[in-house]
């Protein structure tokens, strides 16, 4: 059986014991029902892991014993700025978890002419706190000891103005082919619009801003495959999907 991996919001240190927040007392106990002396692997966020055994758990309580700090990166070379239309209902939590597991470093919900999602701040912010908790059930998964960041909603305007990336990539299917990069690129940014697509206007104004177009076959893709599928074929040309 595969040792959990569980993230816990407070800095770890090797050789220490702690009591666990509440959000990962209460997966540990009732999702996962583990026990004393049951092992599990913590990480942070801050790039590292953390072997431990658990000392005592209750229902909503559950302290452990940390081991020793274990360096383990499984980031990718190649970071991927994702801007991505909102979508509704489960699809933006599907791009976030899929887009996660392929190593996006980050990725921002963006508002354009066709996105009919209305948020409100507080809205927004919840949406981003159920977004982050996504993102971090990813990374458990995965593998990943680095969460990406998750900003708030934007305009794809500021957006625009705002992302820096050695190569800008605009996914739309009225491009005549896949961008090329004279070399390789050390950051990306990935745009992709809403199910309609985005505008003529929104696409010349990302071209305007740098973004290169980019196509990937003859087939409309529906706005929660196009990321994904342009992430790995990204992270094989550049990142660390690459087949030996």
């Not at 299917?173 to 990935?190: F, N, S, V, W």
């Amino acid at each position: 059986m595969r040792t959990p991996r569980i993230y816990t919001q407070a800095p770890l240190s090797e050789g220490t014991s702690r009591e666990l927040e509440q959000g990962p007392s209460q997966h540990i106990a009732r999702a996962l029902r583990m026990q004393v002396d049951d092992a599990l692997v913590l990480f942070d966020g801050s790039g590292a892991e953390y072997p431990a055994t658990i000392t005592s758990v209750t229902k909503k309580h559950v302290s452990v014993a940390i081991g020793e700090r274990q360096a383990v990166s499984k980031e990718s070379p190649l970071a991927i700025h994702l801007g991505i239309a909102l979508s509704r209902g489960e699809r933006m939590d599907f791009v976030i978890q899929k887009a996660t597991e392929l190593g996006v470093t980050e990725l921002t919900p963006l508002f354009t002419e066709r996105v009919e999602v209305k948020l409100n701040q507080e809205r927004s912010e919840k949406k981003l706190r159920h977004w982050e908790a996504v993102a971090i059930s990813a990374c458990e998964q995965s593998g990943r000891n680095t969460l990406p960041s998750i900003h708030p909603p934007r305009q794809l305007v500021q957006w625009l103005d705002d992302t820096a990336a050695d190569l800008k990539l605009v996914m739309h299917h009225r491009a005549d082919k896949a961008a090329e990069a004279a070399d390789r690129p050390g950051t990306i940014a990935l745009l992709i619009g809403p199910e309609g697509g985005l505008s003529q206007d929104e696409i010349n104004g990302a071209e305007s801003a740098g973004y290169r177009a980019l196509q990937l076959g003859p087939r409309v893709l529906r706005t929660e495959t196009a990321p994904l599928a342009a992430i790995a074929i990204l992270q094989s040309q550049w990142g660390d999907m690459k087949a030996d």
